[in-house]
């Protein structure tokens, strides 16, 4: 598919409302200076229906945004991680109820803050084992360091846990996650957390294979995801972007420059937050999944076992809203639940934004977003470099604007 020419007719969408994309995006963030450039994709029944180019992947160097610039992922790395494990459920290696120290050993006898401060915390033992199922649904008890919210999280910032210091590894970050207390026994809350980078870890134990590799041999090469990778390659290299944040004036400032990258020569391969990525390679994952786990003959996951993955698997069917710890979220948390890596839209009237019931999706740090609506056959795609990705609704704006292009 990527890229055709976009026929929005084609598809029974409206070209004019489409047209609203692109100008949104220039007056309300692109000519004020508020992001550098962006990229957004429509399609509908794997047709594309819509591509917006717009603006500078490099600010500093006046260069142009363009269809296949290399952008920090971030965590839309999450579903790619997910999905990947999956596929070893799917060959029997292990069940979502697994204790997790099973294959990490050194995680035996997971203890719960209950008071005090690092490096002297008060702990009572876990209400139960934490399971495989708690890392994809983020109900591990585990943290972020960026959180800022707990005493747990300045023990991750204390220690680096999970940061990609020189020569660190997955391998490092369970041995320091073993001695530290969780914030809430497994099950009874829920976090966003290093969850997914564990998983990462469990598919090297499980697999016997390294992380990437894993990833490349299931996914990106039965997909044709060649610009996919934890760190870019000497030909990348003229097309990665430049990432920025706000400073107190709201102007942007240069947060990590495409050509002294802190993404260069990584060991630490986070499955939670690490990949690069394009649209065009983005997309081929999003299109399989909605073909159900397949792709032009290349099968990755099975229909069921997607589904599965997708549904909500909060709590006696809560939403995030009544049962997240954190502040902190790649979304609006009312009406929205959680699965096996995806976030999943439970009621849009809630929610207060019209992609149907049964829609998936994430985003990524640096204003990256995706989702897929298998209602309207509908896949968006966005994509920017702005940290944090919670300074901008983009979702929400996009969200608007393209389900009132639906005939």
Not at 67 to 91: C, G, H, N
Not at 229 to 250: H, I, M, V
């Amino acid at each position: 598919m990527a890229w055709e020419d976009p026929d929005p007719r084609a598809v029974a969408m409206d070209r004019r409302q489409l047209a609203r994309i692109d100008e949104h995006l220039n007056a309300r963030y692109l000519e004020p200076g508020k992001i550098p450039g962006c990229l957004t994709v429509v399609t509908r029944r794997d047709r594309l229906a819509h591509l917006q180019v717009s603006g500078l992947r490099d600010v500093e160097r006046n260069l142009p945004m363009t269809e296949d610039t290399l952008f920090r992922i971030y965590s839309m790395t999450k579903p790619v991680t997910s999905v990947a494990l999956m596929t070893l459920w799917e060959q029997g290696r292990f069940t979502l109820d697994d204790p997790v120290d099973r294959y990490l050993p050194e995680w035996r006898n997971l203890q719960v803050r209950v008071g005090g401060s690092w490096p002297l915390f008060e702990t009572r033992p876990a209400q139960r084992p934490m399971r495989i199922r708690d890392l994809l649904c983020h109900t591990s008890g585990l943290t972020y360091d960026f959180l800022n919210a707990t005493n747990i999280d300045h023990a991750y910032r204390s220690l680096g846990v999970g940061r990609a210091a020189p020569g660190y590894t997955l391998d490092d970050m369970a041995l320091q996650l073993a001695d530290l207390p969780l914030e809430f026994s497994p099950g009874e809350r829920w976090n966003y957390s290093l969850a997914t980078d564990v998983l990462g870890l469990l598919i090297e134990r499980i697999s016997g294979r390294g992380f990437y590799e894993y990833l490349r041999q299931s996914i990106f090469e039965p997909l044709d995801m060649y610009d996919t990778g934890f760190s870019p390659r000497d030909d990348q290299l003229g097309r990665f972007a430049a990432c920025y944040t706000r400073n107190s004036d709201k102007q942007l400032v240069l947060q990590d420059d495409p050509q002294h990258s802190q993404f260069y020569g990584r060991t630490f391969h986070s499955g939670g937050g690490g990949l690069l990525s394009t649209a065009r390679d983005y997309l081929q994952f999003c299109r399989m999944l909605a073909h159900g786990g397949t792709l032009n003959g290349q099968r990755i996951l099975g229909r069921k076992t997607l589904e599965m993955m997708v549904a909500n698997h909060l709590p006696g069917g809560a939403d995030l809203a009544g049962l997240s710890l954190s502040g902190f979220s790649e979304t609006h948390n009312e009406g929205v639940g959680f699965g096996l890596g995806f976030a999943r839209k439970l009621d849009p009237v809630r929610n207060g934004f019209p992609a149907s019931p049964g829609t998936y999706y994430w985003g990524g740090l640096a204003s990256t977003l995706f989702w897929v609506d298998p209602q309207e056959e509908l896949t968006v795609l966005f994509f920017t470099q702005l940290i944090p990705s919670s300074t901008f609704n983009f979702r929400g704006q996009l969200e608007a604007i393209i389900y009132a292009a639906l005939d």
